[in-house]
């Protein structure tokens, strides 16, 4: 059983994390390698030889002068935080299976709520902007797609569609031929109807199956070009929830409603896709704990910066 693997995963401890990166220099330097894994790169020139300045705050471009920074361009960029407790962020946001509130990132940090809730919007969004990379069926060649909501009084499966207060998405797992599930993607719909299923498609390798259950909104999977659409007709009741062609979406749809009620008593819908887009990133990444801090990082180097205006407002669709 695949869950089991995961379960038993070591991830990387608190105590080896600080060893790794004990002070600001070690942090520094590991974000420099990362940023720039084949040396400096001077973002207007692209020369590769420059000088520090100003202890090391800014870098200088040797052929045209050009000053940028460490951070200038990344999810980082304005930061007044040093940067361990970015890195501390990272860590525990990355290996944290259950997610963490902003409550308590912020006793973690020692920072303040408010700063906490920045730093994990920021990073959630980096994590968002690297898996919309990813073309669905790239790995396996079957991907099971269902409809769910959450929020609200409570979250449900697909039946009693339109429930009020509750956000709908699509729950998508894409599995091996032999059918473990190796990645996710939640997708935040406005409503359920055909032009988001599209909208899904677009970022699926051609020559992979899609399986859906009857609903009216899955029906044009079967002409978008290159996708083979295997549709199971079920009824609405619970045991329509059951069906085996279904299995990995439901045990999704079960872990993501423990995983956020665990963590966010509440989460606001308009936020609610960077919540769901950070619970697909750790999954789709559950094998590779050990340096997934390392993974999100890289991600937030190459995540351009977000002003806190838009962080509040609903950017992180897909
Ligand atoms: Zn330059």
């Not at 020559?207 to 659409?229: K, L, M, N, Y």
């Not at 069906?243 to 819908?269: C, G, Q």
């Amino acid at each position: 059983m695949p869950r089991n693997r995961v379960q038993h995963q070591k991830g990387l401890s608190d105590d080896a994390f600080e060893r790794l990166y004990p002070d600001e220099e070690a942090c520094r330097r590991a974000w420099f390698a990362w940023r720039w894994p084949e040396g400096f790169k001077c973002p207007r020139c692209a020369a590769s030889e420059y000088c520090e300045i100003h202890d090391r705050q800014l870098l200088q471009c040797r052929r045209c002068r050009y000053q940028t920074s460490l951070i200038a361009g990344t999810v980082l960029q304005g930061t007044k935080l040093p940067m361990r407790v970015w890195f501390r962020a990272m860590h525990l946001l990355a290996q944290g299976k259950k997610g963490l509130s902003n409550i308590e990132l912020g006793r973690r940090l020692g920072i303040s709520t408010n700063a906490a809730w920045r730093i994990q919007h920021k990073l959630m969004q980096a994590m968002i902007e690297r898996d919309r990379r990813y073309m669905l069926g790239a790995a396996g060649p079957r991907i099971e797609i269902d409809d769910a909501y959450i929020g609200g009084e409570r979250t449900g499966e697909g039946t009693g569609r339109g429930r009020r207060g509750q956000t709908p998405f699509i729950i998508a797992v894409e599995t091996s031929s032999d059918g473990r599930p190796l990645y996710t993607r939640l997708q935040v719909v406005r409503g359920f109807q055909a032009g988001e299923t599209k909208r899904l498609c677009a970022r699926v390798v051609a020559g992979t199956t899609v399986v859906s259950d009857g609903g009216q909104w899955f029906r044009c999977i079967a002409e978008q070009p290159g996708i083979v659409h295997q549709r199971h007709v079920t009824g609405s009741d619970r045991s329509a929830a059951r069906h085996p062609a279904f299995r990995w979406a439901n045990t999704m749809l079960a872990n993501i409603k423990n995983s956020l009620l665990a963590a966010h008593r509440v989460v606001a819908a308009k936020h609610l896709p960077r919540y769901l887009g950070a619970f697909a990133w750790r999954f789709n990444r559950r094998f590779v704990l050990k340096t997934i801090h390392e993974r999100l990082a890289i991600a937030a180097t190459t995540t351009p910066p977000m002003p806190y205006r838009l962080l509040k407002l609903a950017e992180a669709r897909w």
